[in-house]
């Protein structure tokens, strides 16, 4: 569901700075195990206002379904998605439309706006109009493309890829926090020297974020952030290793189709009992020394 997720926040952040809307709607697909629904993939849905309420295009959801199934024909129709902080009246005339493809399909209400305190996902799941508990995952074909899109080609030089990091945002996040907390601390001074009046709410925010600061210094974490560089620092040191052969592999070849005619020539002199003129070095790279 993690790359659905995307999608969906992708379709509208696309719509709204398009069009300024803060509505969009969209198809779910993926596949049913018992009790347990999968949200894999979706499309988006187009709609008008009527004085009906919200209309939605039937037979664009047909086509984009029939060509769905035959990309991916072990998926199937299991919800729709949609945007806004609740279920409302023309969600639920929706949802009777949506019974046509499926049952009991599932509501996927995407909240836009999050507030500052949140850190749970601005979103809902509902299935029969009723909340139900759900959980975010990603599978090892949803972690190879949510890598491949950190990826991007400096326009400058088209011959030199570069990869947007993980770790590079995470340190840019790290410069920034550094700035936020020098400020805070110059705060500090200035209130305790006297030439700033002391805010009580601010202070409180202050001592809450400094509360925090002890579970840094736990056994537990240091044992969880010393896995994580180690595995960093493996993944880096295997990536070297696997640049290195395949440069050499690449030199290698080059070495032995430059040198196959001497690479023959010793090998014609080569007798059966004994070395004869010996290996040739092309002979020995295709040997494996």
């Not at 400096?154 to 700035?179: C, E, F, K, W």
């Not at 430059?258 to 290996?279: C, E, P, Q, T």
Request: with cysteine.
């Amino acid at each position: 569901m993690c790359v659905g997720a995307m999608a969906m926040a992708d379709h509208y952040t696309r719509t709204n700075l398009q069009d300024k809307s803060e509505k969009v709607i969209g198809c779910v697909l993926g596949q049913r195990t018992g009790r347990i629904l999968s949200a894999m993939e979706s499309f988006e849905v187009s709609f008008k206002k009527t004085k009906e309420g919200l209309a939605i295009d039937s037979k664009g959801i047909e086509n984009d379904l029939k060509l769905f199934q035959e990309a991916y024909p072990l998926y199937d129709f299991v919800g729709w998605y949609t945007t806004g902080s609740r279920l409302t009246p023309d969600d639920t005339h929706i949802q009777r439309t949506m019974e046509k493809y499926c049952q009991t399909p599932l509501t996927i209400v995407l909240n836009p706006i999050c507030e500052k305190e949140q850190r749970d996902l601005p979103m809902k799941v509902f299935l029969s109009l009723q909340d139900v508990p759900f959980k975010v995952t990603s599978d090892e074909a949803e972690a190879v493309v949510t890598i491949h899109c950190s990826k991007y080609i400096n326009n400058d030089d088209q011959s030199n890829p570069a990869v947007v990091n993980h770790y590079v945002g995470m340190i840019s996040a790290v410069r920034h926090l550094t700035v936020r907390l020098e400020v805070v601390i110059r705060f500090l001074e200035e209130v305790k020297a006297g030439r700033v009046n002391p805010s009580p709410e601010m202070l409180r925010k202050i001592k809450a974020l400094v509360n925090r600061q002890p579970t840094m210094d736990s056994s537990g974490f240091k044992n969880d952030f010393l896995a994580d560089y180690n595995d960093g620092l493996l993944l880096s040191y295997l990536s070297a290793i696997t640049k290195g052969c395949a440069l050499s592999n690449d030199t290698m070849e080059k070495f032995n189709l430059a040198n196959s005619g001497r690479m023959r020539g010793g090998m014609g002199m080569m007798g059966m009992g004994g070395m004869g003129g010996g290996i040739p070095l092309g002979m020995m790279g295709m040997m494996g020394f």
